[in-house]
């Protein structure tokens, strides 16, 4: 058990991340080790993030570029890997395509209409909120960052839940897809929310409820696209899960900024 965790672990940091972690075992229980450490990634993302914004901040360079360090940080920590599923799986679903082939379109390098107005406004969105953030002080903007993070990785513990199907016999979609149990991800959920709005308690109980909705928001919004995606495609892929991951960090900044 104590291996299957380190290699659950080196999973999720080796797919998730672009930090020097050797991936040194490649099956689908490792795989559901690591997607229920998913979250744990996201954190070390977020506080990554979250440190470069703040000192942006700090340094005088005002709100805005901090906001811009801190959504700029987690796109280089993945390569674009997630921004690069959201385009694709946009192309995707704005094609209007029959499921095979919109597969083929996602699979293709170049990024289409549909890709590009989704990446600008998602990232206008992050970049915005952000703004918010930081400009009430660099703690809003660096407590709101690390649970962003987190939340869109817990939301990728979700989507590979068990009795979700993979479009796609090949890729980390059908690596991971249906590998963690239901109980298992709902735990880690759970978990996940109560410290999220245990962070949030620290600006007052108002602060706790803020948080922990946002997660909520997060998961809300995660899975609305991953139904989508499944009755459009006929399961997930990686793509996919790179648009519900980004839908979750944009959906959970959104809900932040609400009442405060």
């Known amino acids: ?32 080790s690591g997607m229920l450490r998913a979250p744990l990634a996201g954190l070390v993302v977020g506080v990554l993030a979250a440190a470069f914004g703040s000192l ?17 940080v987690p796109a280089a920590l993945t390569r ?8 694709d799986t946009a ?44 400009g009430r002080g660099w703690a809003h903007g660096a407590l709101g960052t690390v649970v962003a993070a987190v939340a869109a990785r817990l939301a990728l513990t979700l ?28 735990l880690a959920a759970v978990v996940t929310v109560a410290l999220c709005a245990a962070a949030g308690a620290a600006s007052g109980p108002y602060g706790a409820l803020r948080h922990g909705l946002a997660v909520l928001g997060a998961l809300a919004a995660a899975e609305l696209l991953l139904r989508h995606c499944v009755r459009r495609f006929g399961g997930v892929t990686g793509d996919v899960f790179g648009g519900v991951e980004e839908a979750a960090a944009t959906a959970a900044l959104v809900v932040l900024t609400f009442g405060a």
Request: aromatic residues 4%; charged residues 15%.
């Open 1 to 32: 058990m104590t291996s299957l965790n380190s290699h659950g672990i080196r999973f999720a940091f080796g797919t998730l991340t672009v930090l020097p972690v050797r991936v040194t075992r490649w099956d689908r229980a490792t795989a559901r």
């Open 159 to 186: 989507a590979s839940r068990q009795g979700v199907p993979a479009a796609r016999p090949e890729g980390l979609g059908a690596t991971v897809a249906g590998t963690v149990p239901v109980g298992r991800a709902l």
């Open 91 to 134: 192309d995707g679903l704005g094609s209007g395509k029959p499921a095979e082939d919109a597969l083929r379109i996602m699979k293709q390098s170049d990024i289409g209409p549909f890709g590009v107005i989704t990446l600008l406004l998602v990232l206008l969105a992050q970049v915005a909120v952000l703004f918010e953030l930081y």
């Open 80 to 87: 674009g890997l997630h921004l690069d599923g959201l385009a």
């Open 56 to 72: 942006a901040l700090l340094a005088g360079s005002g709100p805005l570029l901090a906001a811009v360090a801190s959504v700029a």
